[in-house]
C-alpha cells in the first residue's frame, strides 16, 4: 500500500477547506487534473472514497473524508510548527546556551551583558557557571559549556580563546591610607605595605605576582588572603591594606569616591579579557549569539583606570 504524503495531505485539506477540487486548484495554483490525482491516491492509500462526487453536485466528504480531513489538518498545522520551530532555532531564538565567567568578572563587567542576552532572547535557556579560571578552565574541557568569559595573560593550553580587550590591573587603596595621596609612587615606597590577595593556592594570585614582578613590585607583605575580589575589595574599603585588582572590578567604587586607585610611577600590565571555547565544537544558533554579543559589548569597552591613564600594549 502506497503511504500517504505530506504534499497529498495538504492538497486534500485545501479541496475541504476550499469546497471542491477546481477551487483548490486555483488556491494551489495547480490543474484540476493534478489535484484528482492526489486524491485518488490517497483514496487507495485508506481504502476508502474521501469524496462524493455526484455530477452537478458540490463535492462533499464522506464520513471517512471527514476522518482524514481532521488528521491532514493536524498534520499540516504540526508542520508548520516544526518549521517556525527550527526556524527559531536556526536564528537563535530557540534553545539552550550554557556560559562559564571567571568569577572576578561575573557581577560588573558580565552581568549587564547577560541581562542584555534574556532580555533579547527571552525563549533561550541561559545557564551560567562562576568559578576561577582553573574551575572555568575544567568545565570547558568537560563539554559542560560551550563558551566563557576568562581574564588571563594570553592564551589558554588546550583552548581556542578571542581577545576581547585589554583590562588593566591597578593598586587600589581606601582613601583613609597613607598612601592615597601619594604621586609616582614607586615599588619601594610600597616594600613596606600590607597587601590584601587572592589566595596563593589560586592560579589568579600566581598571574598577579608575576604581573606585579614585571612591574617591579616584590618582597611585600600578605596580611590577609580571600577567595574573591568581592572580599578582596570589602576588606580594603574598610581601610585595611592595600590590593591589585581588576579595574572594572573597582571602577564602581573609585567613581563613588569609596576606594582610590594609587598613582605609580609605573602603571601596571594589563591582563586580557578573552572568550575561550574548545577547539572543534560547533557552536548551536543560540550559543553564536551570546558569542557575538559578547564580542560586541566586550570588544567596545574602554578600560579607563583613573589617574593610570590609557591602557598600553593592548594586542594586534
Given at each position: 500500500?502506497?503511504?500517504?504524503?505530506?504534499?497529498?495531505?495538504?492538497?486534500?485539506?485545501?479541496?475541504?477547506?476550499?469546497?471542491?477540487?477546481?477551487?483548490?486548484?486555483?488556491?494551489?495554483?495547480?490543474?484540476?487534473?493534478?489535484?484528482?490525482?492526489?486524491?485518488r491516491r490517497l483514496e487507495?492509500?485508506?481504502?476508502?472514497?474521501?469524496?462524493?462526487?455526484?455530477?452537478?453536485?458540490?463535492?462533499?466528504?464522506?464520513?471517512?473524508?471527514?476522518?482524514?480531513?481532521?488528521?491532514?489538518?493536524?498534520?499540516?498545522?504540526?508542520?508548520?510548527?516544526?518549521?517556525?520551530?527550527?526556524?527559531?532555532?536556526?536564528?537563535?531564538?530557540?534553545?539552550?546556551?550554557?556560559?562559564?565567567?571567571?568569577?572576578?568578572?561575573?557581577?560588573?563587567?558580565?552581568?549587564?551583558?547577560?541581562?542584555?542576552?534574556?532580555?533579547?532572547?527571552?525563549?533561550?535557556?541561559?545557564?551560567?557557571?562562576?568559578?576561577?579560571?582553573?574551575?572555568?578552565?575544567?568545565?570547558?574541557?568537560?563539554?559542560?559549556?560551550?563558551?566563557?568569559?576568562?581574564?588571563?595573560?594570553?592564551?589558554?593550553?588546550?583552548?581556542?580563546?578571542?581577545?576581547?580587550?585589554?583590562?588593566?590591573?591597578?593598586?587600589?587603596a581606601s582613601p583613609r591610607?597613607?598612601?592615597?595621596?601619594?604621586?609616582?609612587?614607586?615599588?619601594?615606597?610600597?616594600?613596606?605595605?600590607?597587601?590584601?590577595?587572592?589566595?596563593?593556592?589560586?592560579s589568579h594570585y600566581q598571574?598577579?605576582?608575576?604581573?606585579?614582578?614585571?612591574?617591579?613590585?616584590?618582597?611585600?607583605?600578605?596580611?590577609?588572603?580571600?577567595?574573591?575580589?568581592?572580599?578582596?575589595?570589602?576588606?580594603?574599603?574598610?581601610?585595611?591594606?592595600?590590593?591589585?585588582?581588576?579595574?572594572?572590578?573597582?571602577?564602581?567604587?573609585?567613581?563613588?569616591?569609596?576606594?582610590?586607585?594609587?598613582?605609580?610611577?609605573?602603571?601596571?600590565?594589563?591582563?586580557?579579557?578573552?572568550?575561550?571555547?574548545?577547539?572543534?565544537?560547533?557552536?548551536?544558533?543560540?550559543?553564536?549569539?551570546?558569542?557575538?554579543?559578547?564580542?560586541?559589548?566586550?570588544?567596545?569597552?574602554?578600560?579607563?583606570?583613573?589617574?593610570?591613564?590609557?591602557?598600553?600594549?593592548?594586542?594586534?
Open positions: 500500500m502506497q503511504e500517504a504524503t505530506l504534499r497529498q495531505l495538504r492538497i486534500f485539506a485545501t479541496v475541504v477547506e476550499q469546497g471542491g477540487i477546481g477551487a483548490a486548484a486555483r488556491a494551489l495554483d495547480l490543474t484540476q487534473p493534478s489535484i484528482s490525482t492526489h486524491v487507495c492509500t485508506v481504502g476508502r472514497p474521501l469524496l462524493d462526487r455526484r455530477r452537478g453536485r458540490r463535492a462533499e466528504t464522506t464520513a471517512s473524508g471527514r476522518i482524514l480531513y481532521d488528521f491532514a489538518r493536524q498534520v499540516v498545522e504540526g508542520t508548520e510548527d516544526l518549521r517556525r520551530l527550527f526556524a527559531r532555532f536556526g536564528a537563535g531564538e530557540w534553545g539552550t546556551v550554557v556560559a562559564g565567567v571567571q568569577r572576578s568578572l561575573a557581577h560588573t563587567m558580565l552581568a549587564p551583558i547577560l541581562v542584555e542576552f534574556a532580555q533579547r532572547w527571552p525563549q533561550v535557556d541561559l545557564s551560567v557557571h562562576t568559578g576561577t579560571l582553573s574551575r572555568i578552565r575544567e568545565l570547558l574541557l568537560a563539554g559542560v559549556v560551550s563558551l566563557a568569559v576568562v581574564v588571563t595573560e594570553g592564551d589558554l593550553p588546550d583552548l581556542e580563546s578571542i581577545f576581547l580587550h585589554a583590562e588593566p590591573l591597578v593598586l587600589i591610607h597613607h598612601l592615597a595621596e601619594r604621586s609616582s609612587l614607586r615599588p619601594r615606597d610600597l616594600c613596606d605595605s600590607a597587601f590584601v590577595t587572592a589566595l596563593r593556592s589560586s598571574t598577579v605576582q608575576r604581573l606585579l614582578a614585571r612591574a617591579g613590585i616584590i618582597g611585600h607583605p600578605i596580611a590577609m588572603e580571600a577567595e574573591d575580589s568581592t572580599t578582596i575589595r570589602g576588606i580594603v574599603r574598610a581601610g585595611f591594606g592595600v590590593a591589585a585588582l581588576l579595574w572594572s572590578s573597582v571602577k564602581e567604587d573609585v567613581e563613588r569616591g569609596h576606594l582610590v586607585v594609587l598613582d605609580l610611577a609605573v602603571p601596571l600590565p594589563s591582563m586580557e579579557v578573552r572568550l575561550a571555547y574548545l577547539p572543534g565544537r560547533s557552536l548551536t544558533p543560540a550559543e553564536r549569539n551570546l558569542r557575538d554579543l559578547l564580542l560586541k559589548r566586550l570588544g567596545q569597552m574602554d578600560a579607563n583606570p583613573g589617574r593610570q591613564g590609557p591602557v598600553r600594549g593592548r594586542p594586534s
